[in-house]
């Protein structure tokens, strides 16, 4: 079964630290990983796309890791900002699926407090 | 940010009520998505469409349909509205790029409260 695994639920920092976010995912064939940001009551937005031969890419102060061997990814937040609070959601993709399906993990909620 | 809108962003309604959910977007994509999600917990797909005319059932059951009978327009209606039928609901367009992957954009999203 196809599914992605997200952790920690839920995590509370202070501005300006760093943190890590966890991802691990079963989704076979695998074509790329996401990592979406979304703020509440928002739709989510995309931060990074990693595909298989890829395994890290950055997008200001994120970014991603993928190891596609043991199927896992991480997202790195340097330097909180009070704006990075959201939910932070791991979006897997199949390959050979002519509707571009996504399987998403339940996302891991980030507070940063000043 | 993507061009994609959704209207009304929130909506309460009683119980029995018809309401039809917009969703409209600039980018010409052929492909769009309805997902719902409930506070929490992963977004879950409930209907998509390839094209003009044609519409698909998603992975998780509902009561909603939806119609596609331009690219731009993807709305979905409930036909009598019950309180499990509270939640959030977005709708989202594709296209492939170069690579052959989907990047998918969401719009902002309806939350719906049924009483």
């Known amino acids: 079964k196809n599914q992605v695994e997200q952790s920690p639920q839920s995590l509370i920092i202070l501005e300006g630290k760093n943190c890590t976010l966890q991802?691990?995912?079963?989704?076979?064939?695998?074509?790329?990983l996401r990592w979406y940001k979304q703020d509440t009551g928002r739709g989510p937005v995309s931060l990074t796309i990693?595909?298989?031969?890829?395994n890290t890419k950055s997008n200001g102060r994120y970014t991603a890791t993928l190891d596609a061997d043991t199927k896992q990814s991480s997202l790195h937040i340097t330097a909180s900002q009070l704006s990075d609070s959201a939910s932070y959601i791991c979006v897997v993709s199949d390959r050979g699926s002519t509707l571009g399906r996504l399987y998403f993990g339940r996302g891991t909620q980030l507070t940063v407090w000043p | 940010e993507a061009d994609i809108y959704q209207t009304p962003r929130y909506l309460v309604i009683g119980t029995g009520k018809k309401i039809t959910l917009e969703c409209s977007q600039t980018m010409g994509h052929d492909k769009m998505y309805w997902y719902q999600q409930d506070p929490g917990m992963e977004l879950h797909l409930i209907h998509y469409?390839?094209?003009?005319?044609?519409?698909e059932k998603g992975d998780l059951s509902s009561e909603s349909t939806v119609s596609r009978i331009r690219t731009e327009h993807f709305p979905l209606t409930l036909e009598s509205a019950r309180p499990s039928h509270t939640s959030q609901y977005l709708c989202?367009?594709?296209?492939?790029?170069?690579?052959?992957?989907?990047?998918?954009?969401f719009g902002p999203g309806t939350r719906l409260t049924v009483t």
């Open positions: 990693m595909t298989f031969s890829e």
């Open positions: 989202a367009s594709s296209e492939p790029d170069p690579q052959g992957s989907y990047e998918q954009y």
């Open positions: 469409s390839y094209g003009v005319n044609s519409t």
């Open positions: 991802c691990n995912y079963t989704v076979s064939p695998f074509s790329n």
